[in-house]
């Protein structure tokens, strides 16, 4: 559940540097969605603005990364220092940004790798390996809420 958790948020802070970083840059919000979305709508999803296809350019990647979250605290649970969590899930950023946005996009629409805007997406794969490295003080919180304090005890034994 922790994995999830932390999937989840790096996910979501990944989509946000998308949606941030193309404003900054004076573009449309939704360009590196509606990007995605040509993988399944065509040049329906074409457009600066957010549209029904955009939905599919941010649920894919959302999807996809939150259970690559979930492998990630799979792999390093046993690994509770900081700068070693946060170092490897940088390397599992990097790794899925040259997996899914230069060897697979490449062969899928090699079209659509031309567009894509590659550092405002090395970085939000930066941002979201650190995010990775937060899946340990969810799984605190979560052992914390399951172990009952002194107090919860002394009331059973009453």
């Known amino acids: 559940m922790a994995g999830f958790q932390a999937g989840c948020l790096a996910s979501l802070t990944m989509l946000s540097w998308w949606l941030l970083g193309a404003s900054l840059q004076r573009r449309s919000p939704w360009t590196v969605p509606n990007q995605l979305a040509t993988l399944f709508y065509g040049d329906q999803a074409y457009g600066?603005?957010?549209?029904?296809?955009?939905?599919?350019?941010l649920a894919l990647p959302?999807?996809?990364?939150?259970?690559?979250?979930?492998a990630f605290a799979?792999?390093?649970?046993?690994?509770?220092?900081?700068?070693?969590?946060?170092?490897?899930?940088?390397?599992?950023g990097l790794a899925l940004n040259w997996l899914f946005f230069t060897a697979a996009m490449k062969r899928i629409s090699p079209e659509l790798y031309i567009y894509l805007p590659n550092r405002l997406l090395m970085v939000s794969h930066l941002l979201y390996g650190v995010m990775l490295a937060t899946f340990p003080s969810f799984l605190q919180r979560l052992k914390d809420a399951e172990t009952p304090s002194r107090l919860e005890i002394g009331r059973m034994i009453e």
């Open 48 to 57: 600066s603005g957010f549209t029904y296809p955009t939905l599919a350019g």
């Open 62 to 70: 959302y999807v996809v990364y939150t259970l690559f979250g979930v």
């Open 74 to 92: 799979l792999i390093a649970r046993d690994r509770r220092t900081a700068l070693p969590l946060v170092g490897a899930g940088l390397l599992t």
